[in-house]
């Protein structure tokens, strides 16, 4: 038996187990992350320093963690965090894990109104809370709400919104048949609703549909945007004057978005995503 502890025989050992499951690209990526995290080192120094010591119990708990990767748990739950922006922001499975898309939606609401007077924000199905603080820190004279159906997704959003030093308002409620009598009005509402529909399922990957919530995903085919009307309704009830609704969205159903929208007399734009797909919507009254 080869005894792991150089830094050196643990990159092996750790690309032979993982590239059964991950191509050798994504097997080298996740090793530079677990060192990184583990034995805070630098990606070069594998390079450079590779008879650098590995001490046993540094060596167990990568083992822990590659038997986790190759049941395709995604490395960030078994971190048990990951990056929103420049926000650390804790995750568990009760939580989607945050997407770059969505950080680029966020971006897009930080650039169009940090310049602006802006007094209440609600993020409506919030999961870790990571849209809502980002937008609470980049916006801190707004009040942020935030709404999830899951108690334990917004026990993760509340940690976070401690860990990143901010406050928002925590809501458990159902957004499809709303309690909660909320007593203001809102200028920015943001929602990344459940968009993938049942049939859409299949295609996914494993490391999405084995542990990610599927509460948090999943939508029937036969009402797609179940999520996408009732926000608009919610939109029409609580918006001041100028309000904007910004969605992150399905990349197939934007024209159906569209019909919608104007069925609701609303102007939508719909704009891409980094991989040129319609992935967001900005909604405001005509
Ligand atoms: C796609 S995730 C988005 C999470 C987070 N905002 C993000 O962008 O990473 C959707 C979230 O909607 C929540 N959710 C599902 N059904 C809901 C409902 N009926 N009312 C409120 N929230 C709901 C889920 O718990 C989940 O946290």
Not at 211 to 238: C, G, M, R, S, T
């Given at each position: 038996m080869i005894i792991v502890n150089t830094l050196a025989k643990l990159k092996t050992h750790f690309n032979q187990k993982i590239e059964e499951i991950y191509s050798s690209n994504e097997a080298n990526s996740l090793f530079k992350i677990f060192v990184k995290e583990y034995l805070n080192i630098d990606?070069?120094?594998?390079?450079?320093?590779?008879?650098?010591?590995?001490?046993e119990s540094e060596y167990l708990r990568f083992r822990k963690s590659i038997n986790e990767l190759l049941q395709h748990k995604p490395y960030q739950y078994i971190l048990g965090h990951t990056y929103f922006l420049d926000l650390k922001i804790k995750?568990?499975?009760?939580?989607?894990?945050?997407?770059?898309?969505?950080?680029?939606?966020?971006?897009?609401?930080?650039?169009?109104?940090?310049?602006?007077?802006?007094?209440?924000?609600?993020?409506?199905?919030?999961?870790?809370?990571?849209?809502?603080?980002?937008?609470?820190?980049?916006?801190?004279?707004?009040?942020?709400?935030?709404?999830?159906?899951?108690?334990?997704?917004?026990?993760?959003?509340?940690?976070?919104?401690?860990?990143?030093?901010?406050?928002?308002?925590?809501?458990?409620d159902d957004i499809l048949s709303l309690k909660t009598n909320l007593k203001k009005t809102f200028d920015i509402f943001v929602s990344n609703p459940?968009?993938?529909?049942?049939?859409?399922?299949?295609?996914?990957?494993?490391?999405?549909?084995?542990?990610?919530?599927?509460?948090?995903?999943?939508?029937?085919?036969?009402?797609?945007?179940?999520?996408?009307?009732?926000?608009?309704?919610?939109?029409?009830?609580?918006?001041?004057?100028?309000a904007v609704l910004y969605f992150e969205i399905n990349e197939v159903k934007a024209s159906q978005l569209t019909s919608l929208s104007q069925k609701y007399n609303l102007d939508i734009e719909i704009l891409k995503d980094i991989s040129n797909k319609d992935r967001f919507a900005i909604i405001r009254e005509l």
């Open positions: 990606a070069y120094k594998i390079i450079s320093e590779p008879e650098m010591r590995i001490t995750i568990d499975n009760n939580v989607l894990i945050p997407r770059p898309e969505t950080e680029q939606l966020t971006q897009i609401i930080i650039q169009q109104n940090n310049n602006k007077t802006i007094n209440n924000i609600i993020d409506i199905c919030t999961g870790s809370g990571c849209i809502a603080i980002a937008l609470k820190k980049n916006i801190p004279h707004a009040t942020v709400d935030a709404i999830d159906i899951s108690i334990d997704a917004l026990k993760i959003a509340e940690q976070n919104a401690k860990l990143n030093n901010t406050q928002i308002n925590i809501i458990n459940p968009y993938v529909t049942m049939s859409e399922k299949k295609n996914m990957n494993k490391n999405v549909i084995l542990h990610e919530p599927h509460i948090a995903l999943f939508v029937q085919d036969d009402d797609p945007l179940v999520f996408y009307n009732k926000i608009i309704q919610f939109f029409k009830k609580y918006a001041n004057p100028n």
